[in-house]
């Protein structure tokens, strides 16, 4: 195995990693926590950003951001270039992007939020202004990376595709 085909290997292990925390997380995961009581919602996603904040989550979050360009840039002048282009464009503006300025920034703002000392209506008033945008933010970001990812696996498919006929 040469050094380009083990990177372009490693970009696709890190983008379907991302792809699918992203996917099972909107398939199980927001939907459990949707049916909590707004102190337990608000609770457990302050836990969760909390806890996402790791080497393994970096691996895949960081790594797919590191290793998308790399991989495009050593295929300059194949087929597999400009899937990997696409696919290192839809990541970076739609699943790096949306993640860095639009999840973070409400992750933020509810780490600074006190659940334990307002009255219910305050934490119905969190939750609403947390969960509607950071879930559509969520949906956006997952539809980019599994795009991101297929284009990834095209890429990878295209020139064994092509020489084997």
């Excluded at 990693?17 to 457990?44: E, M, R, T």
């Excluded at 202004?129 to 969520?138: M, Q």
Aim: aromatic share 12%; hydrophobic share 50%; charged share 10%.
């Amino acid at each position: 195995m040469t050094t380009i085909n083990f990177i372009l290997v490693a970009t696709a292990l890190a983008s379907g990693l991302i792809a699918g925390l992203f996917y099972s997380y909107s398939c199980s995961v927001n939907p459990g926590l949707g049916a909590l009581s707004d102190q337990h919602y608000l609770a457990a996603m302050q836990s969760i950003n909390r806890a996402i904040l790791n080497p393994v989550f970096f691996f895949s979050f960081m790594g797919t951001l590191i290793l998308l360009p790399l991989s495009t840039y050593q295929h300059f002048g194949t087929a597999r270039f400009y899937w990997l282009l696409a696919a290192t464009v839809v990541y970076v503006i739609g699943t790096f992007g949306v993640t860095m300025f639009g999840n973070v920034p409400l992750n933020d703002a509810l780490d600074k939020f006190n659940i334990t000392a307002v009255p219910a209506q305050e934490l119905a008033r969190q939750r609403a202004e947390f969960e509607v945008p950071w879930n559509r933010l969520h949906s956006i970001r997952t539809v980019a990376s599994v795009i991101s990812f297929v284009l990834v696996i095209i890429a990878c498919l295209h020139t064994a595709v092509t020489t084997d006929n």
